[in-house]
């Protein structure tokens, strides 16, 4: 397996890691923090709201991604899809990310959206590698 589509997977993870940092830091800091509650009154306008919601995005899709990653490297998928699919699900997961915390917005679909889309169709295409490498 190549050391390229880990140094993807080590992004990503870095990528989660930093969120729930930056979650973590910028909840703390507010006037009346209760630890692993957020103020249901908080929305868009809010960076916390956005740095809370980016994290538990990443909560929500980056393992079935990790899962996807690592069962094909236990059946042995190892292409140049795979390789560029593993990096492309990082850098949407990133500019998701930066798109998140930058724009306040409840407009759907709204630019993070996209990026989001594009870290599903990465999903996607390891997911057919998978099964291509089971059916051979």
Known sequence: MSQIVFGGIWVILITV??????????KAKQPG????????SLSHNSFVFRAHRTFQNSI????FFLA??????FVGVDSQWFTISVWVFAFARI???LLYYGIATEK??????YFFM???IAN???LVQVAIALVA
């Open 17 to 26: 890691f930093i969120q729930w940092l930056i979650a973590s830091g910028s």
């Open 33 to 40: 923090a209760v630890p692993g509650k957020i103020n249901e």
């Open 60 to 63: 929500e899709n980056v393992p």
């Open 68 to 73: 996807a990653a690592f069962l094909a490297i």
């Open 95 to 97: 500019i998701h990310m």
């Open 108 to 113: 759907n679909p709204s630019p993070r959206s």
């Open 118 to 120: 594009i870290g599903v």
């Open 124 to 126: 996607a295409v390891v």
